[in-house]
């Protein structure tokens, strides 16, 4: 659903970032600018020796060593979760949080450590969700002042100096601001945190949240966004995400339940458009994902991409690509900003990918839909109490990347006997198209929660109007259960069977089970679509099965765009592997073992006129940072 604002008109501020990543040899943001393109026309690297890339250098996480500790100790909770982090480089040095929520300074050319600061976050517990990682740090400058921005797994936003990385004593307290506080009522900080970068915009600092999304009640912390004063560290404005009494959006949530409901948070990586003075915010899933009958009514701004004036707050636009959802939905990742042409018109746009495989494109200055999104029927459910949106949005363009539904089109057909199995093993479950919502029985959702799309986003070519999306199919199965009132206030939540199995060991559905798809925004149309990865074309062939090619995996990291060409990488079948593609069809140019599995997306940048290509790879008692260049 779409709600506008009047336009105030288009201010430009003072920058608050170095140039533009796509026309420089700095990263100087996650997603290389604010624009999440994760684009850079560096060229040094191409077809013709992307063969010869080698490991210029290697850092070892400084998490390794408190790991190692901890299982001398057996302390086996403080754990980190998968090295996920992007770096940044600017002018040279590049900055990186580990998972346990130090932030580095690495010479870039060389990986020499330059500094160390460590927030301690690890020491508070196991951070909420999704265990000890975080994604990126933020870089600000004004007036020869210049900070690194990082936000922690603890709740602690800290502002630290770009050449020491000591805290800035003017900001906070002593360095730091407490983000659970002034949230609007008081929260368990055990279910509140932040993993990914703020995002620093016309001198003001964004920070959002991630919130347990195994609550054990109703009540939780809400997932609202704000900004604060690079200087003072003071809060500048809140956007309440679920909407307070008085305020647009209040009445979508019935029977008081925004007074109680919480999540409803942007967990993944923020965009802007620093010229327009706006910053796009990817929203999730209420309190509880697969369960709305305590939550009535559509439930903005959940699950919609929201227009908010970057210096202000102000909202001046969103949609709402999923009305009242109960299906972990979130959306997922940064969207894009895109400027395309479409049938002669040139747009500023916008394109968001979302889990259920669809990607919504919308001009970004009035929040248009660039082609038309049409609200379609869906099943209704079953469950006592629960009472869903009649209809949900489908864009008409571009088509889904991902495949959608359970039917008898998308199941395994090597053979009619495997076919047939699949058949069978479905129908323990109800099953149909996407949307199809949770149920007593059991529903096989297509996508699962973990997509489709995924947190590491999709790349923009400026000069092709191609845009990048690794995609994968993982069904999963959503079974509702009642919960014991004694022990908790939501009712029903998942539980039982949580996925089907495909027979004789194979996936349920048909290949492939990783791709990547090129997509034209300047006419909507997929360009190409190839499978990632050998996935298990061995398993299918050692079966004595017809060999399908590549059937792709379900690992996926980020794309990053260069001049030349389109980097992913991935653990395939057991190997891990940095692939260089071929950004008009999709063939592989080049690929590169890694030395361990790679769960971030890799990044690019230059220093002395030389090009490198840095990722994150491992977790656990192995973590680092592996930087390519050619020799």
């Known amino acids: 659903?779409?709600?506008?604002?009047?336009?105030?008109?288009?201010?430009?501020?003072?920058?608050?970032?170095?140039?533009?990543?796509?026309?420089?040899?700095?990263?100087?943001?996650?997603?290389?600018?604010?624009?999440?393109?994760?684009?850079?026309?560096?060229?040094?690297?191409?077809?013709?020796?992307?063969?010869?890339?080698?490991?210029?250098?290697?850092?070892?996480?400084?998490?390794?060593?408190?790991?190692?500790?901890?299982?001398?100790?057996?302390?086996?909770?403080?754990?980190?979760?998968?090295?996920?982090?992007?770096?940044?480089?600017?002018?040279?040095?590049?900055?990186?949080?580990?998972?346990?929520?130090?932030?580095?300074?690495?010479?870039?050319?060389?990986?020499?450590?330059?500094?160390?600061?460590?927030?301690?976050?690890?020491?508070?517990?196991?951070?909420?969700?999704?265990?000890?990682?975080?994604?990126?740090?933020?870089?600000?400058?004004?007036?020869?002042?210049?900070?690194?921005?990082?936000?922690?797994?603890?709740?602690?936003?800290?502002?630290?100096?770009?050449?020491?990385?000591?805290?800035?004593?003017?900001?906070?307290?002593?360095?730091?601001?407490?983000?659970?506080?002034?949230?609007?009522?008081?929260?368990?900080?055990?279910?509140?945190?932040?993993?990914?970068?703020?995002?620093?915009?016309?001198?003001?600092?964004?920070?959002?949240?991630?919130?347990?999304?195994?609550?054990?009640?109703?009540?939780?912390?809400?997932?609202?966004?704000?900004?604060?004063?690079?200087?003072?560290?003071?809060?500048?404005?809140?956007?309440?995400?679920?909407?307070?009494?008085?305020?647009?959006?209040?009445?979508?949530?019935?029977?008081?339940?925004?007074?109680?409901?919480?999540?409803?948070?942007?967990?993944?990586i923020m965009s802007a458009d620093d010229e327009l003075d706006i910053a796009y915010i990817p929203i999730g899933t209420p309190t509880n994902d697969w369960y709305g009958a305590l939550r009535k009514g559509d439930n903005l701004f959940a699950e919609s991409l929201v227009a908010v004036r970057a210096s202000t707050g102000e909202r001046l636009w969103h949609f709402q690509m999923v009305h009242h959802g109960v299906w972990d939905y979130d959306l997922p990742a940064a969207p894009t900003l895109v400027d395309i042409t479409v049938d002669g018109r040139d747009i500023k746009a916008i394109a968001q990918i979302s889990k259920q495989g669809f990607t919504y494109v919308f001009d970004r200055v009035s929040g248009e839909p660039v082609w038309p999104i049409e609200e379609r029927a869906v099943p209704q459910s079953t469950v006592p109490g629960e009472s869903l949106s009649p209809t949900q949005p489908f864009p008409t363009k571009p088509a889904a990347f991902a495949v959608q539904g359970i039917s008898d089109e998308t199941l395994i057909d090597f053979t009619p006997e495997l076919r047939q199995e699949a058949l069978q093993l479905i129908e323990r479950f109800d099953y149909g198209p996407v949307f199809t919502p949770p149920s007593l029985r059991g529903t096989i959702n297509m996508p699962g929660w973990g997509g489709g799309g995924w947190w590491t986003g999709a790349s923009f070519d400026p000069d092709t109007g191609l845009f990048y999306v690794p995609s994968t199919t993982i069904p999963i199965v959503v079974q509702l259960v009642e919960v014991d009132p004694e022990q908790s206030n939501l009712v029903y939540t998942r539980g039982g069977a949580t996925n089907v199995g495909g027979p004789q060991g194979l996936p349920l559905t048909k290949p492939p089970y990783g791709r990547i798809t090129a997509i034209d925004l300047n006419t909507g149309e997929h360009e190409w679509m190839v499978a990632h990865g050998e996935g298990i074309r061995q398993k299918i062939i050692d079966m004595g099965i017809l060999d399908p090619g590549p059937v792709g995996g379900p690992s996926r990291t980020g794309p990053v765009l260069t001049k030349t060409l389109l980097f992913i990488a991935q653990s395939d079948n057991g190997r891990s592997v940095l692939r260089a593609f071929d950004k008009a069809n999709g063939e592989v140019v080049h690929e590169m073992d890694l030395p361990l599995p790679p769960q971030a997306t890799p990044m690019t940048y230059s220093v002395d006129g030389k090009q490198y290509i840095s990722i994150a790879l491992g977790g656990g008692r192995d973590a680092r940072v592996l930087t390519l260049s050619l020799p």
């Open 1 to 268: 659903m779409l709600a506008l604002l009047p336009h105030k008109g288009l201010i430009t501020l003072a920058f608050s970032l170095v140039a533009v990543s796509s026309y420089g040899a700095d990263w100087p943001s996650y997603g290389g600018d604010n624009g999440s393109q994760k684009y850079s026309p560096l060229d040094q690297i191409d077809a013709s020796n992307v063969g010869s890339l080698t490991t210029t250098w290697s850092w070892d996480s400084v998490d390794n060593a408190t790991v190692a500790n901890n299982v001398r100790e057996e302390n086996f909770r403080a754990m980190p979760a998968g090295f996920k982090a992007t770096p940044i480089v600017i002018d040279g040095v590049m900055y990186i949080p580990t998972s346990f929520g130090r932030v580095v300074a690495l010479d870039a050319r060389s990986g020499e450590e330059k500094w160390v600061f460590d927030t301690q976050a690890w020491q508070a517990g196991r951070p909420a969700n999704l265990g000890y990682n975080s994604r990126g740090v933020a870089y600000w400058e004004r007036g020869g002042k210049k900070r690194i921005f990082f936000a922690t797994n603890d709740s602690n936003l800290w502002s630290l100096n770009l050449e020491d990385g000591s805290p800035d004593s003017s900001f906070g307290d002593g360095g730091k601001v407490d983000l659970a506080e002034g949230l609007g009522r008081e929260i368990d900080r055990r279910q509140y945190g932040v993993v990914s970068p703020p995002l620093v915009t016309n001198n003001t600092v964004i920070v959002n949240s991630i919130i347990n999304d195994g609550p054990s009640n109703k009540e939780m912390p809400p997932g609202h966004v704000r900004g604060f004063n690079p200087d003072t560290g003071e809060i500048e404005w809140v956007f309440h995400t679920i909407p307070q009494a008085g305020e647009f959006g209040n009445d979508t949530w019935e029977d008081g339940s925004w007074e109680y409901t919480g999540n409803t948070n942007s967990w993944t």
